[in-house]
C-alpha cells in the first residue's frame, strides 16, 4: 500500500520575488514548506545570479504551467563589457578581457537596433537544453563544447537605460531592459552585445520584470511570506484560470457539467465568438469550460458545437 501524502491539496498560482544567491527549486521548495504542499512547480527557472518574477504553481495550476513556459518576458539587465566568462555572467570564470572602446550614445543605440526584431541566436553552453539525452551544462562542466543550432527568437524591445532609472553604472557597464518571446537567453545576448561593440561582455546584474500578464510589483519576497499567518498566504494565491484568460469560454449546465466530468463530449450551442476563434486547420477551439463561477477546465469546441474535455481542473483548497 502507498505511503499516504501528508502535504496539503493546495491550487493556484504564486509570484515569488527570487533572491539573489539561490536556485529556482530551491525557491520553490522554501514556498512550497510554507503552504505544506503536496505538488508545487515553476514556471521557467532563474539563475541564481538573477532576481525578480518566478511564478509558482500548485496542484492543479501545474497543468497551466507548461503554457506560461511560452509567455514573452521582460528583464533588466546590467551587461559587464570588456569581460566574457565559461558560462556568460558573473558566476563563470573569466576567459578572456578586452579593452572598452570609448562608446557614445548614438553607438550603443545602433548596436541594440541591430539586435531589435527576429533575430538568430545561439544557445549558451551552460543551459538546460539537451543533447543525446545529456543537458548542454553537464557537457560544459566536463569541460566540453558542441555545435548548437541558432534558433529564431523575438526581442520585441531592446532599451538603454539610464543611471537615473536604476543603481549608478560605472563607465564600462550598460544596462538594457528586454522584452522577448520566449526561449531568448539573456546571456546569449549579452555576449552577441559586447561582440558586436569590440570588447565582448557578460551578464553583471539580471532581475525579470515580467512573465506573461504578470508583474514584479505584485509578487512577494520569501521574507514577506514567512511573516504571513496561514489565512494571509492563500490570499496570496493566483486563481489556476488566471493565465488561460486570453481562451474563450462556455457555461455548462449542471447536466453538462456531469457529462464533461466523465469524459463524455456534449452539444453546445456555437457563438460567433468562437468561430472566429476557431484554428483553421483542425476547425476547433480550445475554451475554458465553467459552471457558474467554478472553473471545471479546458475543452475543444469543433464548429459543429461538439463540445469534448481536453483538461480537467480538480480544486479544493485545504487548509492546515
Known amino acids: 500500500m502507498s505511503k499516504r501524502k501528508s502535504g496539503c491539496n493546495i491550487h493556484g498560482i504564486l509570484l515569488l520575488d527570487k533572491r539573489l544567491g539561490v536556485s529556482s527549486n530551491k525557491a520553490l521548495q522554501e514556498v512550497r514548506r510554507l503552504f505544506n504542499a503536496n505538488k508545487a512547480g515553476h514556471t521557467g527557472s532563474l539563475d541564481p545570479l ?13 497543468k497551466v504551467s507548461a503554457l506560461m513556459l ?9 551587461v559587464q563589457l570588456g569581460v566574457m566568462t565559461d558560462t ?50 553537464e557537457l560544459a562542466r566536463e569541460g566540453k563544447t558542441v555545435e548548437r543550432k541558432a534558433r529564431r527568437i523575438s526581442i520585441f524591445e ?15 557597464q550598460l544596462m538594457l531592459e528586454v522584452f522577448c518571446s520566449k526561449g531568448t537567453y539573456i546571456r546569449s545576448l549579452a555576449e552577441d552585445i559586447g561582440h558586436y561593440l569590440g570588447c565582448g561582455g557578460t551578464v553583471k546584474e539580471l532581475r525579470r520584470l515580467e512573465s506573461g500578464q504578470f508583474c514584479i510589483e505584485n509578487a512577494k519576497t520569501i521574507e514577506q511570506l514567512t511573516a504571513m499567518d496561514e489565512q ?12 488561460l484568460e486570453n481562451l474563450p469560454s462556455v457555461q455548462l449546465s449542471d ?17 460567433d465568438e468562437l468561430k472566429d476563434n476557431a484554428s ?18 479546458l475543452g475543444e469546441m469543433r464548429l459543429d458545437g461538439k463540445l469534448a474535455p481536453k483538461k480537467l481542473f480538480n480544486m479544493n483548497n485545504e487548509l492546515t
Request: hydrophobic letters at 40%.
Open 232 to 243: 494571509s498566504l492563500f490570499q496570496c494565491l493566483i486563481n489556476v484560470d488566471k493565465p
Open 158 to 172: 531592446l532599451k538603454l537605460l539610464t543611471d537615473s532609472q536604476a543603481l549608478v553604472l560605472e563607465p564600462d
Open 50 to 62: 538573477a532576481t525578480g518574477l518566478l511564478p509558482l504553481c500548485f496542484g492543479e495550476a501545474t
Open 255 to 271: 447536466e453538462q457539467t456531469i457529462r464533461i466530468k466523465y469524459g463524455q463530449p456534449i452539444n453546445l450551442m456555437l457563438l
Open 280 to 297: 483553421p486547420e483542425t476547425r476547433q477551439v480550445t475554451v475554458r469550460m465553467y459552471n457558474d463561477a467554478a472553473f471545471l477546465g
Open 88 to 137: 556568460g555572467d558573473a558566476e563563470g570564470a573569466v576567459i578572456e578581457t578586452k579593452p572598452v572602446p570609448k562608446l557614445s550614445v548614438d553607438d550603443i543605440l545602433a548596436c541594440l537596433e541591430k539586435f531589435t526584431g527576429e533575430i538568430d541566436q545561439v544557445p549558451p553552453m551552460y543551459s538546460a537544453l539537451k543533447l543525446n539525452g545529456k543537458k548542454l551544462y
Open 70 to 78: 511560452d509567455d514573452n518576458k521582460r528583464y533588466r539587465v546590467v
